[in-house]
């Protein structure tokens, strides 16, 4: 009689554990087991702040200044406090010329970038390399940004007419010519308030102190955080 009460208690054990699991589970039509009990519910993650790279040479890196007062990392503070918020890596090299970045975009771009300002072709001019070059290296950096799907941001430069006014005119116009061609936003030359301005430049009169810094930050805020809302709005890169 005993062996039977046993016998009947251990089958009703089994019997309730296995009620239970069919409730919480089913058999997938691969015969999987898999939970059927609703799924908690759960915010949708908050989609990542832009990355904007900025691609350029010692201006853009902030020549013997902290990186926070170099204008990428000001450009940010100043996004911020409107309430834009962006991710900003400064891709500044000192005495870097266009083919520089152009060696250097492709790995940039891996960091899948949504916007690449591209600052650079002032050490080129410096240099007095041929026009049709720097060109031609800054035409190819932008094709390679809209590729890989950033938008590109270019920056015009200008020069001191130390290699003669028609050099420094082709190179003035390059520019304009090349944002047109290409349709690329553009912001003439950004250096306008602070080149040749004594009190916003380091003694060798081309690299900004960082008031100067301040001063580009101050010029390039709205043409970015233009750009930036045509990113929000869908417009096509």
């Known amino acids: 009689m005993q062996r039977v009460l046993a016998f009947s208690i251990s089958l ?18 691969e015969g999987h087991r898999e939970a059927t009990a609703p799924d908690v519910a759960r915010d949708p993650p908050a989609p990542a702040a832009p990355l904007v790279v900025f691609l350029g040479d010692s201006i853009t890196a902030g020549f013997e200044l902290p990186a926070a007062e170099a204008f990428p990392a000001l450009l940010e503070a100043r996004l911020a406090a409107r309430g834009v918020t962006i991710r900003q890596v ?16 492709d790995w940039l771009l891996k960091q899948r970038p949504d916007v690449v300002v591209v600052e650079l ?13 720097i060109e031609q290296n800054l035409r190819t950096i932008v094709e390679k940004v809209r590729a890989a799907g950033a938008v590109p941001l270019l920056l015009g430069m200008r020069l001191p007419p130390s290699h003669g006014q028609a050099y420094t005119d082709g190179f003035a116009a390059l520019y304009p010519r090349l944002a047109e ?31 100067g810094h301040v001063r580009l930050a101050e010029r390039l805020e709205e043409p970015l955080r233009a750009l930036l809302a045509t990113l929000d709005a869908g417009a096509p890169r």
């Open 181 to 211: 061609a290409l349709s690329v936003p553009f912001v003439p030359f950004f250096m306008a308030d602070v080149a040749g301005v004594r009190e916003l430049n380091l003694p060798d009169g081309i690299h900004p102190t960082a008031r």
């Open 121 to 133: 072709g002032g050490n080129d001019g410096l240099r007095g390399a041929p026009i049709e070059g």
């Open 90 to 105: 400064n891709a500044g090299v000192s005495g870097d010329t266009s083919a520089g970045g152009l060696r250097r975009v």
């Open 12 to 29: 009703a054990l089994v019997t309730a554990c296995a009620r239970k699991e069919s409730l919480a589970t089913e058999r997938s039509p």
